[in-house]
Nanobody, 125 residues
Framework: VQLQASGGGLVQAGGSLRLACAAPGWPFGRDTVGWFRQAPGKEREFVAAVSWNSGRTIYADSVKGRFTSSRDTAENTQYLQMNSLKPEDTALYHC???????????????????WGPGTLVTVSS
């Protein structure tokens, strides 16, 4: 599974970006698609995930109310709309796929089977 994350860039604090995750040739079907991020010198952390099986979505507390993850089944793409960005959101954002067909998404990185290379988000103050 080749995951492609796109949409990263440089934005000022308070701005917005929308990331997209696609997997050409791999229908997400009943997978869970998650977003994780890793800032320089820090461990990877969970951001958001959507179960394509149930439609359920979960978020990290640090992004609740600011980030929204949605899916476009026709495009087989998952999005992460990021609003009110803060400098501490600066990180390499990865999308990942969990093929376990969970009803409730997992926030644990070890649950995910496939990972994309990531897209860089930089938020300036």
């Amino acid at each position: 599974v080749q995951l492609q994350a796109s949409g990263g860039g440089l934005v000022q604090a308070g701005g917005s970006l929308r990331l997209a995750c696609a997997a050409p040739g791999w229908p997400f079907g009943r997978d869970t698609v998650g977003w994780f991020r890793q800032a320089p010198g820090k461990e990877r952390e969970f951001v958001a995930a959507v179960s394509w099986n149930s439609g359920r979505t979960i978020y990290a507390d640090s992004v609740k109310g600011r980030f929204t993850s949605s899916r476009d089944t026709a495009e087989n793409t998952q999005y992460l709309q990021m609003n009110s960005l803060k400098p501490e959101d600066t990180a390499l954002y990865h999308c990942a796929v969990d093929t376990t067909r969970r009803w409730t998404p997992s926030s644990t990185s070890s649950s995910y089977d496939y990972w994309g290379p990531g897209t860089l988000v930089t938020v300036s103050s």
